[in-house]
């Protein structure tokens, strides 16, 4: 062996030294359940190559829309709440952890001793969060506060939230999850691989509550069936609500990404079209093999090779969306005109000196017109999964602004009050000061906790896109 090589040689293994080191001492470093994931990602990753590498490319999907500057008028509806501070469309599964430890609407830690936001935020970002309900229990994970919990959060939406681990089994881990398909006569271990497939996505893209009886935990409120009214009727008896909205003083009910719902009932359902079809369809890798690709995406971007498999015209199909697309979003924007309007109407109201036993009906009516028109907004695709009842919903919220504000006139009458004062929602800038949610402020709180906590504390998902 000449010279030259064994010098080589000696670089190599002691490079190989000092790469090993590194990872002993990494390991070293991460707690158990983080090693025992590693050990299963590196394992999963040669077992299930072309899976693995279409899970990672939801990294790439970087886009989102700033769904407040594009609607004001969200903030006005849903101030007393989180959600009035900031509001995005969805994005890529990669995104998952980071953003919802970013958004402003999971603030920052609490005083001490406080009680904060529930931990049962992460249910749907993290296979993490299954597992610490098997470790804490449901309730004694949901009692926890958010930030109480972002250091033990490791990985994102993962082979382990839709699979038996290791296997190409499908699975159910959340029990929110279980509890509810049981609800609506859908048990998942009775349902052939297509339904599972759906109700694998249903763990997360489903209207949920916290569970203020039950230490916060997460349920989805299906007793008496899925349908706008089904949901209605169980929170109306039970006399719950979100918030009470600070301008009317109406008990507000809060609707959250009901893709499940809405495609339950369409016409693609019946035809036995899943999300999977549309989101993650079959593709063929180097070797011209097929695997489902798990690169979860918009579905138009596989118009040819999805769409155009059952409807042969794309310039139908295109239009179709496009004028679905057209009338729901004026339905909603004039709905949330009057729902405003109807807020500011029962405010001067209530300044005025009207009583409960007049205002009842009419508050009433906003919380209902309120209600459906949450359950079309925070639909994310709802033009595409199910235009026929997003139209539906939103006629019949706009009857029931309409009821609100006929009954409001009359009490404004009564007090002989001409005119109310309805706010500026033209920008986003210009909601935010109405309603006097400071922006600045609470982006300045965050950016401390997030130097401070985040980045010293929490692992690298916390950070993804943030660096
Ligand atoms: C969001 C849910 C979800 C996640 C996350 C997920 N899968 Fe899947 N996976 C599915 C669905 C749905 C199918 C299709 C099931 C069917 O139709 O048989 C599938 C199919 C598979 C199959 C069967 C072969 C194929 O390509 O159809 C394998 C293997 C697999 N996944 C591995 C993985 C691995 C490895 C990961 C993590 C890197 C992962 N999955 C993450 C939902 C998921
Ligand atoms: C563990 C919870 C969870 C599961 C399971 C899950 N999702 Fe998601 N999904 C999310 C979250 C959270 C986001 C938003 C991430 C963000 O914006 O940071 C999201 C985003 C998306 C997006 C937007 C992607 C983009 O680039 O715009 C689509 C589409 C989607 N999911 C479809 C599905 C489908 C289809 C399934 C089932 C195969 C599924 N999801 C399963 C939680 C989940
Ligand atoms: C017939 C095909 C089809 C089916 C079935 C379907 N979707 Fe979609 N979905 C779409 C289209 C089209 C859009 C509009 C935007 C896009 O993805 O291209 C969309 C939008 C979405 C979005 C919003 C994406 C974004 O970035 O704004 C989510 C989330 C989503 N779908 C989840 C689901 C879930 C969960 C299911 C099953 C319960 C489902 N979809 C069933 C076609 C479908
Ligand atoms: C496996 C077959 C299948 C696939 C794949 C499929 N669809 Fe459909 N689609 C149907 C069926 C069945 C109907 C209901 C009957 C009809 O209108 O043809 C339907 C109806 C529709 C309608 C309503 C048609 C109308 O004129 O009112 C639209 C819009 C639509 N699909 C869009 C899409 C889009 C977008 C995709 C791809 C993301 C897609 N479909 C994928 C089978 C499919």
Known sequence: ???????????????LSLGSMASVLQAAELSPAAKAQAERDAALKVKFPTQ??????????????????????????????????????????????????????????????????????????????????????????????????????????YCTDCHVDGKAQLALPRPHAQDAMAKVHLPFDKQDTNMKGAQV???????????????????????????????????????FYEWIHPVSQTPILKARHPEFEHWSRSQHAEAGVTCITCHMPETTDEQGKTFTSHKVSKALDHFETVCQGCHESEKSITNTLENNKTSINAKARNVEDLLIKAHYEAGAAWEAGA???????????????????????????????????????????????????????????????KTVNYPDYSTKAAAHAAMSI???????????FIKQGVDKHWSEVSRHGYE
Not at 1 to 15: F, Y
Not at 356 to 382: E, K, P, T, Y
Request: overall charge neutral; proline content about 4%; charged content about 25%.
């Open 201 to 239: 996505c249903g763990q997360c893209h489903v209207t949920y509550y916290f569970q203020p009886e039950r230490s916060n935990k997460v349920n989805i409120p299906w007793i008496f069936g899925n349908s706008v009214d089904d949901i209605e009727k169980y929170y109306d008896t039970r006399r």
């Open 438 to 448: 400071e922006l600045d402020k609470l982006t300045e709180a965050k950016k401390q």
């Open 52 to 157: 693995y590498k279409s899970w990672l490319a939801t990294s790439e999907q970087t886009e989102r829309e700033d769904m407040l500057a594009s609607y004001p008028a969200a903030i006005i509806l849903w101030a007393g709440s989180s959600f009035a501070k900031e509001y995005h469309s969805p994005r890529g599964h990669h995104f998952a952890v980071a953003d919802v430890t970013h958004t402003l609407r999971t603030g920052v830690p609490p005083k001490a001793g406080d009680k904060g936001l529930s931990a049962s935020c992460w249910t749907c970002k993290t296979p993490d969060a299954p597992r610490l309900m098997n470790e804490l229990g449901v309730e004694g994970y949901s009692a926890k506060n958010f930030t109480d919990l972002g250091a033990e959060v490791n990985s994102v939406v």
């Open 1 to 15: 062996m000449s010279v030259k090589k064994v010098v080589k040689l000696a670089s190599v293994l002691c490079w």
């Open 355 to 417: 009583t409960w036993s007049v205002m009842n009906d009419a508050i009433m009516a906003i919380r209902h017109s309120q209600w459906r028109w949450d359950f079309a907004m925070a639909s994310h695709g709802l033009y595409a999964h199910n235009p026929q009842e997003g139209n539906e919903l939103l006629d019949i919220a706009l009857k029931q602004v309409v009821y609100a504000r006929t009954s409001l006139v009359e009490i404004l009458k009564k007090f002989d009050i």
